[in-house]
């Protein structure tokens, strides 16, 4: 029998939401800091407005819905999910209230993307966007990788069982310390020295490529931030191709590297072992799905003589490839060029490599390392399996930060999710092609926003129908999420309409 | 018979004078038409970027980031309105620029001709175009963004509301306490 939600679980849900908001509201301060700090008045107000719109929104859902109680599994499920619509909704107001974008779904559009670290962007003239909101844009991709609900937890909600499970319903199962507050702290305390780093070799990059030191350290932050969580916005319109720089390629490959890798492992290798670098099942798996589809690629591009030379195939090939595979969408190529030039073959190989994406408990989108890990383990079991004699008994293990037993589990769960996906992608692409894009194209920018990539050939701009903007919407939030939360939340409203 | 040779020499030169006027016509007929070969657009460009390739083009469009110095060249990114391409020119091409687009300027209108590179061997497979000549159309300016007065005043609105909520908020828990 299902139960129908009662006004205590609405009041619970209703207060965390509060506090999520009120949260996103404060981290409007920096860049109306960014604002006061480069001048820019208009800007400064957007940010006073939005700000005052997310306190007042929030204070008045923790005052009507105040509770002591902890959220349970589905409750806290249903909190995350609410929670990253309402960042959007919310984180959307700046953005909106500058005029650069053609409406309110557009902005809409663009906070989902920036909070599930896709990097699809609806924005016009984006050359001439203001700092304070650019800063935004680029934040709010920092804010997503981590966790909308993570920064809650790091600042806002009390460590409680209530916490781990709200954790959990972001996307996230592995905790990295044993108390879900210490773990959140420590993704955050990762991110600011990575920040604080990668912000400085961008700078000296770009000072050294001939960018003014203020536009090299502005560039650097916003460039770190979007490409260690992954997201793939540029604070200009050309993307990374605006910087023509080898190094600036270099730099930001490693950062997308970085950014796709396990939290758990960083922590690992920051305070244990380096070997866990080279033993681990998904650090493998990256390596070897970044070989794989790097070769059908290549195969692809010289068959076709795309680039003059192996260096221009392998600078432009590998960086989409890997921007592609670590779901950061970084682009030194023009999005029409993927169609015009690349051909079906390197097409195919980059829509697997994004369809795959990083590690779990990481800041990527996409089916994953671990579960392809453990998929390709169970098959050579199986085939281990026939091959030995029948009484033969064997154990199948794998190495994540630990050895561990393979169980069929793990393995029903990482297929569950992995169809879970294929779903989507192929969904998002017969939309696309409802709207009379070609098969590949279609199913290019679908699993680019479903696995929260960002790379575009095309398809992605203001002129586009609204509903295939909402598709884009929908699966972003759901790929972010990682669809257990999502379909708690449609259990919840659908109990309310068929519960007792 | 000298008068004939004077007549056939004079015939001679008229037939040269008509022949390096013609030259010199179509050489400068060829000049000017191809400097008012018609700007390409940047979407021509990045569709039909095979049939550009390594061809000489004509590309207008704004100045838009900043000038990145590379040694004796630099890179300038120039946006017409719905992609921004780079342009990889001499230093002293760069006297000519006077502002850069971004949230305060309107950056300098430019026409450069130039070969255009679809995948830049030179510049690891950028497409790009390496300048021959440049042109300034139209000057920039500095933006002046002036307040909105109705963002003030939301702005006023709004936090009073929050001012009230929190008064609220404070009111009914000294109530609940008595």
């Known amino acids: ?10 009041k619970t849900v209703g207060y965390y939401l509060g506090k999520i908001i009120i949260g996103l509201g404060l981290s409007m301060l920096f860049p109306l800091v960014a604002a006061i700090a480069f001048k820019e008045i208009n800007p400064a107000y957007d940010f006073i407005i939005s700000a005052l719109i997310c306190l007042i929104s929030g204070k008045l859902l923790i005052l009507l819905c105040h509770t002591d109680k902890d959220p349970n599994w589905v409750q806290g499920m249903v909190v995350v999910s609410l929670a990253w619509l309402a960042a959007s909704i919310f984180g959307a107001v700046p953005f909106y209230i500058s005029g650069h974008w053609g409406s309110y779904l557009d902005c809409v559009f663009d906070a989902m993307s920036g909070f599930a670290t896709t990097g699809l962007t609806l924005v016009q003239d984006l050359d001439h966007l203001s700092r304070a909101v650019n800063l935004w844009r680029h934040l709010i991709m920092f804010i997503g990788g981590q966790g909308v609900v993570v920064l809650a937890l790091s600042f806002l909600v009390r460590g409680s069982a209530g916490a781990f499970r709200m954790y959990v319903g972001e996307g996230r199962d592995e905790k990295i310390l044993p108390n879900v507050v210490e773990t959140s702290r420590f993704i955050w305390i990762v991110s600011i020295v990575f920040l604080i780093l990668g912000t400085l070799a961008l700078a000296i990059v770009g000072r050294l490529e001939g960018m003014s030191w203020l536009n090299g350290f502005f560039h650097g932050a916003c460039i770190f931030m979007a490409g260690f969580d992954t997201g793939g916005f540029a604070p200009q319109s050309q993307n990374i ?47 070897m799905t ?85 998929i390709f383990k169970a098959l050579y079991n199986d085939i281990k399996r026939v091959m030995l004699p029948e009484a033969s008994i064997f154990i199948e293990k794998y190495h994540h930060i630990k050895e561990v037993i ?45 696995a929260n990539v960002g790379l575009s050939c095309g398809i992605t701009s203001a002129a586009m129908p609204a509903l295939l903007k909402l598709t884009y919407i929908f699966q972003m939030w759901i790929g972010r999420l990682e669809f257990m939360s999502i379909f708690t939340l449609f259990s919840f409203f659908a109990a309310f309409v068929r519960g007792k | 018979m000298r008068n004939t040779d004077y007549t056939d020499l004079k015939g001679r030169l008229h037939r040269f004078k008509s022949l390096i006027m013609t030259l010199v016509t179509g050489s400068w007929l060829l000049v000017t038409s191809v ?22 083009v004509v590309y207008q469009g704004e100045v838009i980031g900043e000038v990145m110095n590379r040694g004796g060249n630099s890179w300038v990114n120039l946006n017409d309105a719905d992609n921004a391409i780079g342009i990889w020119m001499d230093n002293n091409f760069l006297g000519l620029i006077s502002f850069c687009g971004n949230y305060k300027a309107r950056g300098d209108w430019l026409e450069v001709r130039g070969i255009f590179n679809r995948a830049c061997k030179s510049h690891g497979g950028d497409l790009d175009i390496h300048a021959i000549s440049l042109k300034k159309i139209r000057e920039g300016k500095v933006i002046k963004h002036r307040l909105v007065p109705e963002k003030q005043k939301l702005a006023i609105i709004l936090s009073g509301v929050l001012l009230c909520l929190l008064i609220g908020q404070l009111l009914s828990r000294k109530l609940k306490r008595k």
Not at chain 1, 2 to 8: E, F, G, H, Q, S
Not at chain 1, 304 to 330: E, M, N
């Open chain 2, 35 to 56: 400097f008012a070969q018609q700007a390409v657009s940047s979407i021509d460009l990045i569709e039909r970027a095979r049939d550009f390739d390594g061809k000489e």
């Open chain 1, 1 to 10: 029998m299902i139960l129908r939600p009662t006004l205590a679980d609405l």
């Open chain 1, 290 to 374: 970044i070989m794989f589809t790097f070769f059908i690629l290549a195969i692809g591009l010289s068959k076709l003589g795309v680039y003059p030379d192996a260096l221009g195939l392998f600078r432009k090939g590998f960086y989409q490839l890997i921007s592609g595979h670590t779901g950061t969408g970084y682009q030194t190529i023009y999005a029409r060029q993927f169609i015009h030039e690349w051909g079906d073959i390197a097409l195919t190989a980059l829509i697997i490599a994004m369809g795959l994406g990083g590690a779990v408990c990481s800041t990527t989108g996409g089916i994953k390392m671990l579960r392809i890990g453990i």
């Open chain 1, 241 to 287: 191709l605006y910087y023509h720089s080898l190094s600036y390629e270099i730099v930001t490959i490693v950062i997308m590297v970085l950014g796709s890798l396990n939290f758990k492992l960083h922590y690992t290798l920051w305070l244990q072992s380096k070997k866990e670098l080279t033993k681990n099942i998904e650090t493998r798996t990256f390596f």
């Open chain 1, 406 to 450: 393979l169980q069929d589990r793990q393995v029903r769960s990482a297929m569950l999710i992995l169809l879970c996906y294929l779903g989507l992608y192929g969904s998002g692409a017969i939309v696309g092609m409802l709207f009379g894009y070609p098969a590949l194209e279609a199913l290019f920018e679908s699993t680019s926003s479903a």
